[in-house]
């Protein structure tokens, strides 16, 4: 099955990712290139599917301080906390279904708490931890 392959590669990637010492911050270049946008999770440049083949996504609202999106089962969000240019998730949450992928949803969440940094190019948003790109999404 193509999505439990895609699922996998993606959970041993955020695993090993996680793995490094966590740090949960996010330096913006500018909100407005982020926000108001819903941005969809790519593994080889292709979107990553989660439950009835709904997108896993990433939403930024800056009017509200926040980051919302589905993981793949679950929907989940967290407060944003700015000083400066830097932006730290704080209180990731996301609701609690049981879900034939939990660890892999888990690892998603995990890798976001690593994020430190973003860059937009055209229409894709790549989150890294200082050079190592954790997550790519491309908007819809």
């Not at 967290?78 to 996301?94: C, Y």
């Not at 690892?107 to 055209?122: E, I, K, S």
Request: aromatic share 10%; proline share 1%.
């Amino acid at each position: 099955m193509k999505l439990s392959k895609v699922i996998f590669g993606f959970a041993l990637v955020g695993i090993s990712i996680v793995s490094c010492t966590q740090q949960q911050s996010v330096t913006l270049k500018s909100k407005t290139s982020i926000q108001n946008t819903e941005w969809n999770l790519l593994h080889d440049n292709e979107v990553v599917k989660g439950l009835y083949d709904k997108n896993v996504t990433l939403s930024f609202d800056n009017l509200n301080n926040s980051i919302a999106g589905f993981a793949g089962c679950n929907t989940y969000s967290a407060e944003i906390v700015s000083t400066g240019e830097v932006m730290k998730f704080i209180n990731v949450t996301s609701a609690e279904m049981l879900c034939p992928h939990s660890a892999t949803e888990q690892a998603f969440m995990d890798v976001l708490d690593d994020v430190d940094r973003y860059q937009v190019q055209g229409k894709e948003l790549y989150l890294y931890k200082g050079n190592i790109l954790l997550l790519k999404f491309s908007k819809q």
